[in-house]
Every structure is written in C-alpha cells, then in structure tokens.
C-alpha cells in the first residue's frame, strides 16, 4: 500500500517593504477588508503566475497562454525556417483557424473598421507547452503544398486546410507546466486538466495603510540651463507596506493522475513548485521598490485528510510588537493558532509538520525546526512520497 498523503499544505509569514506588488484597474494598491480592517491584498494569480515563471526556471520547461499562437507559428516559420513571410503567415493563420476555438481577424491599427488578413487572434486563450509552436510549424512543413495552394483567411468563416484532428492533438498537449497548475479550454474536446495546486489571496495579518507617494521627474537641459523652474513631470502612485500570510495546498492525488505512474517527476514537480512558491515575488513596481524579501518563516504540513488554510489565525488582526514590527507577532500567532487547529481536530490527519525561518524561537506547534528551505521541502517529500517500509512501492 502506498503512503497515504494526499496534501501537502504551505504556509509563509513574509515582510514586504514599500511596494505594489499588485494593482488594479485604477493602479491602485489592492486591499480586502477583513476581521473589520483594511489589509493589502495580493491576488492568487498574481501571485500564480510569479510561482509558474520561477517554477518553469526550475524545471526547464515552459508553457504558453496566448490568444496569438497563429503569430508565433508564423514568426518560426519566416526567422528560423526560412519561409517567406505572405506564406508563413498564411500557414499560421491556417493553423490557428484550425481547431475547434472560433477565431477573430486582428483590427488594422491604421483603420480599426478593417480587418488584418492572416493575423488571427482565437476568441479563447491557448495554453500548451512552448514545443507545441513548434508542432505546428512541422504540421504546417508536412502541408506546405496545401498552404500554398490555399486561400487567406480573411474572415471568421473561413476554413483552415490543416486537418483539426492533428491541430488539436497539439492543442491537447502538455507538460508538467500544465499537469501542476491545469488547463482550462472547453472548445477543445479533452484538452481540459484539472489543477493540482491551490492558491490563496496573500494578505496582510494586520491593518495597513495605502499612502500616496508623490513624485516628480528633473528635465536634465532645463536642469543644467536653469533657465526655467519646476520639474518636467510630476505624478502620484499608491504604495503599500506590511507583513503578509501567504497559503497554498498541492494535492498529490491529482498530480500523480496528471502525469501518470511517474514517482520521480511527481517529486520534481512537486519540490519545484514549493520552491518557487517560496521565493517568487509579483513584479510590479520592482524598479522603483525593489521589494525582494524572503520568507520570515516556511511551515510545511503532509496531510492525509485535506487542506488546512490558518488564514483565520489573523481574523483578528496582529498587533505590532512593543518595540514596533509585525513579523515576530505574525510568527507566534500562527504557531498558536496551529496549536489550537491541532488541539481541536487532532493530529490523526498529519504525517509529517515542520519548518524554517529566521526566528531561533522553537515553534514547536510547527513540528520539526530545519534549519533551511531545501531541507524542510525534503523532509516533506520523503514522508509525502515514499511508502512506509514494508509496503509494496
């Protein structure tokens, strides 16, 4: 019989400085209101895709969304194969009206009541290995004679001459990208994948504040003339600063259905993706914040029964420490509250806790103290992924 672990749950206390690690459609800093205070929000895509670009670096292979994938096909086809340009953006055209996702014709910039011919955007996102552009520029080699022969595509209601069946096996495609984080694509029949992760909203365990930062930009000739006062721009833009709860639950279960009888890749799917969970970080604003922290503190728990989020722990919000910070605070109140979620629906459902941080403090709540993140993450695994002596692998 195999272990027995279905999840494994990651918890982080993290302190981020000033930033806006996320914005809305306004560029304002998000926010929730929560246990009846205001608190910076981070989004769980946005958080999502920070982790899938650190995650794809680790593995080495990447995935693409795009409504653009004929344009890719087409810029392959002309600066890597050799193609002339009419005929590759033909043969990508072709290859994006293909499949069973309608498809629009890009505006012309220069008179948006015109259509481009060729340049086709499909009306629903594609998400496939980066290799399927590839795929496709060989399917569109194997029908160069057809594509030659065949028509623009200048209208939705045109039909592609490259076979559907073969777009969309490419279509189906996929890569441990995919099998971790899912796919959503209705339009194709049996191209959907149920994720294997969850991510929640980061927030902050406090009340926080949004400011308004002012400022303005020097004219460097007016600057070195003096020959005029005042700045050459001037502006505002929303900041945040805080100590934030960061959650995430991998079902092992689901990935292993992904990818198959497969233990050694369902071990480097999984590290990699608590990894770059870890020690990713939203974009936004990095060049004028250049907000690039760690983790204060790493809690992993192996769970046989299901996911446990200790958001609540911060429901009532963190109180600042006597000599000011909420970091040390954010750590005990979720040792505690870990204590008393343990207290009260007992441990049976735990094969393995533990933990890393900065604090020396034992969080004995936590379960194991390691002294770093790539030995917490290998505690987890070997209880998460080997079965217990005796058993049959």
Same mark, same amino acid.
């Given at each position: 019989?195999?272990?027995?672990?279905?999840?494994?749950?990651?918890?982080?206390? /993290?302190?981020?400085?000033?930033?806006?690690?996320?914005?809305?459609?306004? $560029?304002?800093?998000?926010?929730?209101?929560?246990? $009846?205070?205001?608190?910076?929000?981070?989004? @769980?895509?946005?958080?999502?895709?920070?982790?899938?670009?650190?995650?794809?670096?680790?593995?080495?292979?990447?995935?693409?969304?795009?409504?653009?994938?004929?344009?890719?096909?087409? #810029?392959?086809?002309?600066?890597?194969?050799?193609?002339?340009?009419?005929?590759?953006?033909? &043969?990508?055209?072709?290859? !994006? &009206? &293909?499949? @069973?996702?309608?498809?629009?014709?890009?505006?012309?910039?220069?008179?948006?009541? /015109?259509?481009?011919?060729?340049?086709?955007?499909?009306?629903?996102?594609?998400?496939?290995?980066?290799?399927?552009?590839?795929?496709?520029?060989?399917?569109?080699?194997?029908?160069?004679?057809?594509?030659? !022969? !065949?028509?623009?595509?200048?209208?939705?209601?045109?039909?592609?001459?490259?076979?559907?069946?073969?777009?969309?096996?490419?279509?189906?495609?996929?890569?441990?990208?995919?099998?971790?984080?899912?796919?959503?694509?209705?339009?194709?029949?049996?191209?959907?994948?149920?994720?294997?992760?969850?991510?929640?909203?980061?927030?902050?365990?406090?009340?926080?504040?949004?400011?308004?930062?002012?400022?303005?930009?020097?004219?460097?000739? *007016?600057?070195?003339?003096?020959? /005029?006062?005042?700045?050459?721009?001037?502006?505002?833009?929303?900041?945040?600063?805080?100590?934030?709860?960061?959650?995430?639950?991998?079902? =092992?279960?689901?990935?292993?259905?992904?990818?198959?009888? $497969?233990? *050694?890749?369902?071990?480097?799917?999984?590290?990699?993706? =608590?990894?770059?969970?870890?020690?990713?970080?939203?974009?936004?604003?990095?060049?004028?914040?250049?907000?690039?922290?760690?983790?204060?503190?790493?809690?992993?728990?192996?769970?046989?029964?299901?996911?446990?989020?200790?958001? &609540?722990?911060?429901?009532?919000?963190?109180? !600042?420490?006597?000599?000011?910070?909420?970091?040390?605070?954010? #750590?005990?109140?979720?040792?505690?509250?870990?204590?008393?979620?343990?207290?009260?629906?007992? *441990?049976?459902?735990?094969? *393995?806790?533990?933990?890393?941080?900065?604090?020396?403090?034992?969080?004995?709540?936590?379960?194991?103290?390691?002294?770093?993140?790539?030995? =917490?993450?290998?505690?987890? =695994?070997?209880?998460?992924?080997?079965?217990?002596?005796?058993?049959?692998?």
């Amino acid at each position: 019989m195999l272990n027995p672990a279905r999840f494994i749950d990651i918890h982080i206390v /993290q302190s981020i400085p000033f930033a806006n690690l996320n914005r809305d459609d306004t $560029n304002s800093v998000k926010t929730v209101q929560y246990g $009846n205070v205001l608190r910076t929000r981070v989004s @769980s895509q946005s958080w999502k895709r920070a982790t899938r670009g650190e995650f794809e670096a680790r593995i080495g292979k990447a995935a693409l969304r795009t409504r653009r994938i004929g344009e890719r096909v087409t #810029r392959l086809l002309s600066e890597s194969r050799g193609w002339p340009e009419p005929l590759a953006e033909r &043969a990508g055209a072709h290859a !994006a &009206a &293909a499949s @069973s996702i309608k498809f629009e014709l890009a505006k012309d910039p220069k008179d948006p009541k /015109q259509t481009v011919p060729n340049k086709v955007l499909t009306n629903a996102m594609v998400y496939v290995p980066q290799t399927a552009v590839a795929e496709l520029a060989d399917l569109a080699e194997e029908y160069r004679e057809v594509l030659e !022969a !065949a028509k623009d595509i200048k209208k939705p209601a045109d039909k592609s001459v490259l076979p559907t069946d073969k777009v969309e096996a490419v279509l189906r495609s996929r890569n441990g990208v995919i099998n971790l984080f899912g796919r959503m694509l209705a339009e194709v029949d049996n191209a959907g994948v149920d994720g294997a992760v969850q991510v929640a909203h980061a927030l902050t365990t406090h009340e926080t504040d949004v400011e308004l930062d002012y400022f303005s930009a020097v004219d460097d000739v *007016t600057s070195a003339w003096g020959d /005029q006062t005042g700045s050459g721009h001037m502006g505002h833009t929303e900041f945040s600063a805080g100590t934030f709860y960061r959650y995430a639950t991998i079902d =092992l279960r689901d990935l292993a259905r992904n990818i198959g009888d $497969n233990p *050694t890749e369902l071990r480097e799917l999984t590290a990699a993706f =608590l990894s770059a969970f870890i020690l990713s970080l939203p974009q936004a604003k990095k060049n004028s914040t250049a907000p690039h922290t760690i983790p204060d503190l790493v809690h992993l728990s192996v769970r046989t029964d299901r996911p446990l989020s200790y958001a &609540a722990a911060f429901e009532s919000p963190v109180v !600042a420490a006597g000599r000011g910070g909420f970091s040390a605070p954010s #750590r005990a109140t979720l040792s505690d509250y870990a204590e008393a979620a343990n207290r009260l629906i007992g *441990t049976s459902g735990i094969l *393995t806790s533990g933990w890393a941080g900065v604090d020396a403090k034992d969080l004995e709540a936590l379960g194991t103290h390691h002294t770093g993140f790539d030995t =917490l993450i290998d505690a987890a =695994l070997d209880s998460a992924l080997t079965a217990p002596a005796g058993d049959a692998a």
